[in-house]
């Protein structure tokens, strides 16, 4: 019954953007990385299904200033790891979705929580299967599958994704600047970010990012896409 679905996915939604909040307050407000969820109690559903869908930016802003992952916080992102399996998808969302779990047990690998999802704790994550490329999909496709990987974008992560981004900057630039002309600010936001993330590497992010940064921020986006936004701005300062 899709009915009774909805109100469980704007919960979970709801959830998404409350976590991006307080990821958003500690990377750019300086806030103490408090603890998401009391030690104490059982986590809430929602909580964890947030934790599961934001994965490795959860622990953004200790990546983007050097520093290693705070323990409550990692325990929460192992946690949800357990939990959730990954959903059911098609097999183009599922390779997404093992890149996007990739990324997230690769940063887990650098605290005590390393693990979660493999039978070894020292043991490093293997990575999926590899992603077809611009010249396989198209430039259009493969620039909103790499949205779709923007939480890859992040120092102390580096495999094929990473490559692929590096090689073909002038696809980022053009799905960033097509998703602006089609008002999908959450695409740009997403493939801005990689943009950052290759001027950052010293790779020709071959379009102006702080004014696409500037116009996707005046259109009022919502949490999440902020957390994008401000990522791409902790990556610009660093090649400043």
Request: proline share 10%.
């Amino acid at each position: 019954m899709p009915f009774a679905e909805t109100p469980l996915r704007d919960e979970y939604a709801a959830a998404v953007e409350r976590v991006a909040g307080r990821i958003l307050a500690v990377l750019r407000d300086g806030e103490d990385a408090a603890a998401l969820a009391d030690p104490d109690t059982a986590v809430p559903r929602p909580l964890l299904a947030a934790v599961r869908v934001l994965g490795a930016d959860l622990l953004a802003p200790q990546l983007l200033a050097g520093t290693e992952p705070d323990d409550p916080t990692a325990a929460l992102l192992a946690e949800a790891r357990r939990a959730l399996p990954a959903p059911a998808a098609t097999a183009e969302g599922a390779l997404v979705i093992a890149w996007q779990d990739w990324a997230a047990d690769r940063v887990l690998a650098r605290t005590p929580y390393g693990g979660a999802s493999t039978a070894s704790p020292s043991a490093a994550p293997p990575s999926p299967a590899p992603l077809p490329g611009p010249a396989d999909l198209g430039w259009q496709s493969w620039s909103v599958r790499m949205a779709q990987l923007s939480a890859l974008a992040l120092p102390g992560l580096d495999g094929p994704v990473h490559d692929a981004a590096r090689a073909d900057t002038l696809g980022l630039a053009r799905g960033t600047v097509r998703s602006m002309l089609r008002q999908d600010f959450t695409t740009a936001a997403r493939l801005a970010r990689w943009l950052a993330w290759a001027d950052a590497e010293g790779r020709p992010p071959r379009i102006e990012i702080e004014p696409a940064l500037d116009r996707i921020r005046l259109i009022g986006v919502g949490a999440r896409n902020r957390l994008d936004l401000a990522i791409a701005e902790r990556l610009l300062e660093g090649t400043a």
